[in-house]
């Protein structure tokens, strides 16, 4: 079983950044994907950002190319979401995710993820 825990959500103004973090516990491994998802409300969980365990390949949804950066710290066993440029459209649950194996598809599906976080808010105002 996997762990997952998010924080640093919140609230910021249209143009301000944060930045998300997950830390992983529990049978984790160093090869396992991990990446990021959101569901804005009313709205389906849509993919965000992903990685693969050596960080070597990494891939984000077109909304977010540019404004997001994805990395992972494997001796923490943490993933980071830094978000920067927020626009009230980023507005969601972000939700860290986990894979066991290569991603079945680019980008990656919500449907292929093994373990879910609880998910944090992160609101962004106009």
């Known amino acids: 079983q996997v762990q997952l825990v998010e924080s640093g959500g919140g609230l910021v103004q249209a143009g301000g950044s944060l930045r998300l973090s997950c830390a992983a516990s529990?049978?984790?491994?160093?090869?396992?994907?991990m990446g990021w998802f959101r569901q804005a409300p009313g709205m389906e969980r849509e993919f965000v950002a992903a990685?693969?365990?050596?960080?070597?390949?990494?891939n984000y949804a077109d909304s977010v190319k540019g404004r997001c950066t994805i990395s992972r710290d494997n001796a923490k066993n943490t993933v980071y979401l830094q978000m920067n440029s927020l626009e009230p459209e980023d507005t969601a649950i972000y939700y860290c995710?986990?894979?066991?194996?290569?991603?079945?598809?680019?980008?990656?599906?919500?449907?292929?993820?093994?373990?879910w976080g609880q998910g944090t808010q992160v609101t962004v105002s106009s």
């Open positions: 990685l693969s365990g050596s960080g070597g390949s990494i």
């Open positions: 995710a986990v894979r066991t194996a290569n991603w079945a598809k680019i980008p990656p599906d919500r449907g292929d993820v093994n373990y």
């Open positions: 529990g049978r984790i491994f160093g090869w396992y994907r």
